[in-house]
């Protein structure tokens, strides 16, 4: 009988799969009724249940889930050879409680409508555009940056512990909602990976646990940093699973802080992806553009790139190349270069604001 609930439990995979297709193909139904309908509740459920632990809970799912794997090869490995129905039912009954858990937990948001039609946006925008909207961040970077160091060749020091910044990062959306009435956080759950070290080494400062609506934080990575990859993952946690939506929500989350780090760390991250693009169309331009930057914000820049190198690892390609075709599963056709479309969000809205 128990092999029978298995077989059917495997078997549901393939009408789920055309489900989650179909669903697809209406992103203003998925925006009304999952991502500001039912997954507002199972967001809050979540971070109600688990925000109060000190510790990842959704890691040490993960822990349990890759301890329990190897241990099944390691007492089925001669019965997958003998009983090929078997192993299908339970692997692949296992793959399709996961894939309806990831879809109704969180994944569902891959498919709601873009932002920059929930905000009447231009997704397109011209060299012009980018340049003008890049030097009025330089210019809020160089103020906030002088500000704080009254030197404009001293790169910034954030006073804040990673923990202060955890507590402090949410102040944020409160600025936020100003802009965005429907963005409410409450309650939280921020919280550093179990495995930083790992996650260093793979390449990631950050992820959202789908499974437990945790928002993870690598340890490891400069305080500079920090700031602006835990905004990032509490936009992942508010629903906006596009990664150059996240990074849109998150920057504007730290440049409405009212700490000054915060904004000083939110226009930065703003003003790399515009520098970025800039050079990626024209090199002589970014020249001409990064000259009138402060050379301290360079040297922040600067810290967060030296600590990358030191992690490379010939490991790190295949674990974005991984992550770069999950993202391509999800409707963002360009993988890991999703981060940077962030860039047409910025131009359009800080032009139009």
């Given amino acids: 009988m128990l092999k029978d609930k298995k077989t059917i439990i ?22 009304t009724f999952y991502s500001n309908g039912l997954y507002v509740y199972i967001s809050k459920m ?8 000190p510790f990842s809970f959704g890691d040490l799912f993960y822990a349990a ?13 001669k019965r997958i050879k003998t009983d090929t129905k078997q192993w299908f039912a339970d692997v ?55 500000e704080i160091t009254k030197n404009d060749s001293m790169k910034v020091d954030v006073p804040l512990t990673k923990s202060e910044i955890l507590k402090l990062a949410p102040d944020g959306y409160l600025g936020l909602k100003q802009v965005f009435p429907d963005l409410e956080y409450s309650p939280r759950s921020v919280k550093k990976s179990l495995f930083s070290y790992p996650l260093t080494y793979m390449g990631f400062s950050g992820y959202l646990n789908p499974l437990t609506n945790e928002a993870q934080v690598d340890g490891l990575i400069p305080t500079f940093k920090f700031a602006t990859t835990t905004t990032h993952e509490i936009a992942h946690q508010l629903g906006f699973a596009a990664e150059n939506e996240a990074n849109f929500i998150g920057c504007l989350a730290a440049i409405n802080h009212e700490n000054i780090y915060f904004r000083y760390c939110g226009y930065t991250f703003g003003l790399r ?20 930057l402060n050379i301290g914000v360079l040297k922040n820049y600067e810290e967060v790139r030296l600590f990358w190198e030191a992690h490379q690892n010939p490991a790190e390609p295949f674990f974005k190349s991984f992550y770069s075709g999950f993202l391509k599963a999800n409707k963002q056709t360009k993988g890991m270069e999703s981060y940077s479309y962030v860039v047409a969000l910025l131009v359009n809205y800080f032009e139009e604001k």
């Fill in 273 to 292: 992806y515009c520098l970025n693009e800039i050079y990626r169309r024209d090199q002589d331009l970014y020249k001409k553009t990064v000259e009138n």
């Fill in 92 to 146: 692949f009954s296992a793959v399709s409680i996961l894939y309806f858990a990831f879809h109704l937990f969180w994944g569902f948001n891959y498919y709601r409508l873009p932002l920059y039609k929930s905000l009447d946006l231009n997704p397109e925008y011209s060299t012009e555009q980018l340049v003008k909207v890049t030097e009025q961040l330089i210019l809020k970077a160089n103020a906030l940056h002088f």
């Fill in 46 to 53: 979540f971070r109600f249940c688990l925000g109060w632990l």
């Fill in 10 to 31: 495997a078997l549901l995979l393939i009408p789920q799969y055309f489900l989650v297709k179909l669903l697809g193909n209406y992103p203003g139904f998925v925006e």
């Fill in 65 to 77: 889930g890759l301890i329990y794997i190897f241990r099944w090869f390691y007492k089925n490995w």
